[in-house]
């Protein structure tokens, strides 16, 4: 087994973002393949239009005989390309797709039995093994490939250099890879399997003042299938939420029956009359909200005031943020003239003409941080206000933040086998996340 090249390309910006050839591999196909000694492998537009094309993201309301006849033997995630320059001889290209819009693409070393003159692109059955040698290699790399370019260009290089140097899996690597059984790679590149995506989404809203808290969470799973899938039988799915102690109160989609048995909802899809639907909708009580939030404000002398915010994170919630902000609009008729001190992490500024006094951790809360987020932020801050009038003890803060992790630990799995793969993803969001100055007597 050997790659001949090996390069990721971002579908939404139509280029490449990592490209590397292995001269070694290169050099042994074209002394084994004298007919194709002086073609080499595309590179820029060369590559990424017809790549693009044939996978059908280019142009894919066009109908094109070479690429959408039915007459035409699939075999992905492998795929023939052809050249630019001439669309009879073809390159061959295995396809991973990863997250980001991102595909991992990697050029293995394949008997072609094509001379250049000919219409048909043929491989050597012996060697389809190497195929699923080279999509198993692609799939260990593929966690790299979510990375921001130039890191996941530094940490590819790396790998190369430790497990491919010469385009082939070295040690024990190579060994490991050679012993998968014969049935399971066959399965691996002749067919791919069609996905059920499943998007949980939930928003909190929160108003907390010096008497009470209230928060309530709002969830929607959205079900996607695959355009092209075919579902001749139900999907029976397993919903169920960890983080709860109780039922929600839920609300499916006309084509789902539901039958819940103590915590747990048995889905049966029985007529897929749409490719992407919203499968529920949820809501229920939080009596511990992800950001326990406080907020005092108290009026000096000489239009001084002085600010102090408070927020509590548990531990899940601290560790799966990647944005988190906090606004104080001014009440009508006050304005900020100027910041004296500030004391917290992250930034402290005035925005909207002085109107709103932002603090925004975002930096810290996003993944890619080497910084941590404590259990508590606080912040203090001193201000000199150019408008002040008595309704600004009524001010309220707004808490903006987003997650990875539900706060009703909602999941989903398949009741029985099924042709389908099944793919969940988790997003929580703030929604009129509020508190109340807890040093005013009264809210109005």
Known sequence: ?????????????????????????????????????????????????????????????????????????????????????NPQIFWPVIVVECHQNRLLCGVPYLDQNLQPSGNQQSMCVARSCDVVIVLELLSKLVHLIQLPPSKMAD???????????????????????????????????????????????????????NLSVKADAYGTIYLTVDPDAECNNNIKLELGFSKLPGIP?????????????????????????????PLCHYSFPLEMPPIQPVLKIRIGELGKVSIFIQLHLGATTRNTLNRLEVRLPMPTGNRIARILTATSLGLVSLIKDGTQLLWNLGAFASSSSNAKLKDDLTLNVDVVMEKLEASLVNTHALIMFTSVVSVSGAHLSLLQPTEFKLVSTSELKSSTYRVWNQDAEEIV
């Open 1 to 85: 087994m050997s790659l001949r090249c090996l390069f990721v390309v971002s579908i939404t910006e139509s280029k490449l973002l990592f490209y590397r050839i292995f001269p070694t591999v290169e050099k042994r196909w074209k002394n084994e393949h004298p007919n194709f000694a002086n073609l080499c492998l595309p590179n820029d537009q060369e590559l990424l239009d017809p790549l693009l094309n044939e996978l059908g993201i280019l142009n894919p309301n066009i109908f094109q005989i070479t690429r959408d006849s039915c007459q035409k033997k699939l075999q992905a995630p492998l795929f023939w390309i052809p050249f630019s320059f």
């Open 155 to 209: 940490q590819l290089n790396r790998t190369i250099q430790q497990w491919l140097p010469f385009g082939r899996a070295s040690g024990y690597q190579q060994l490991e890879l050679r012993s998968l059984p014969p049935a399971s790679q066959k399965t691996m590149w002749l067919r791919s399997r069609p996905k059920i995506e499943l998007q949980i989404k939930e928003e909190v809203r929160m108003i907390a003042s």
């Open 249 to 277: 109160s839920a609300l499916f989609h006309p084509s789902a029956l539901a039958q819940w048995e103590k915590a747990v909802c048995h889905i049966n899809i029985q007529q897929l009359q749409e490719k992407t639907f």
